[in-house]
């Protein structure tokens, strides 16, 4: 039997159990990303809006498990995070900083057993980096914002882009469409 590399990947993850493995995840800016000196002890560089914390100020933000998978690169298991199979409409924002980074019009079951898009919400929204881990070569996702760890992409998705942006739930807060209308004002 042959497996695509999508396949081999989400077997590798599913044998490694609790190994921490680097982990698998854009087109115009929405008027949906909160300002980014809104983060509680946030510090920002004005030209590019980027925020940046102390380790200690980002383990105090994020749960462990958010903490271990956007400040150190972490991976969850397949089919265990609680947004692969997620159908509602709405956006996925950075669990670090809050910025908008996919929409569910752009996400597809990959089989994977993580959120899978095709594309970002915006190319602004994402950064990448090569990623030499694992004995092989893969392409790293950033937040532009605050530099989290997202997950990795893989040019085997579908079309238009035939890209596969391979996320961790833990990297992401899924916001339903009408939640922030519905949100009461403070």
């Known amino acids: 039997m042959i497996l695509s590399r999508r396949h081999l990947l989400a077997a590798l993850a599913l044998i ?3 190994v921490t493995l680097p982990a698998c995840p854009s087109q115009e800016a929405r008027a949906e990303d909160p300002p980014a000196a809104t983060t509680p002890g946030a510090k920002k560089t004005m030209s590019e809006g980027k925020i940046e914390l ?3 100020e980002w383990k105090a933000k994020l749960t462990d498990e958010q903490y271990r998978i956007l400040r150190k690169a972490g991976t969850e298991r397949a089919f265990t995070g609680a947004l692969w199979d997620e159908k509602k409409a709405g956006v996925y924002r950075c669990a670090g900083c809050g910025q908008v980074l996919y929409r569910s019009d752009e996400k597809f079951d990959s ?3 993580w959120p899978s898009f095709w594309a970002p919400a915006s190319e602004e929204a994402i950064d990448t ?3 030499r881990t694992l ?3 893969r392409t790293e996702l950033l937040c532009s914002r605050c530099g ?3 997950g990795h992409v893989f040019d085997d998705g ?3 882009t035939g890209q596969r942006h391979c996320i961790n739930s833990a990297a992401l807060q899924f916001e339903p469409t009408g939640a ?3 949100a009461p004002e403070k």
């Open 180 to 182: 922030s209308e519905a």
């Open 158 to 160: 579908p079309k238009p």
């Open 135 to 137: 004995w092989m070569v």
């Open 129 to 131: 980096k090569s990623d």
């Open 54 to 56: 102390t380790d200690a």
């Open 148 to 150: 989290g760890h997202l």
């Open 16 to 18: 490694a159990g609790g």
């Open 111 to 113: 089989g994977s057993g």
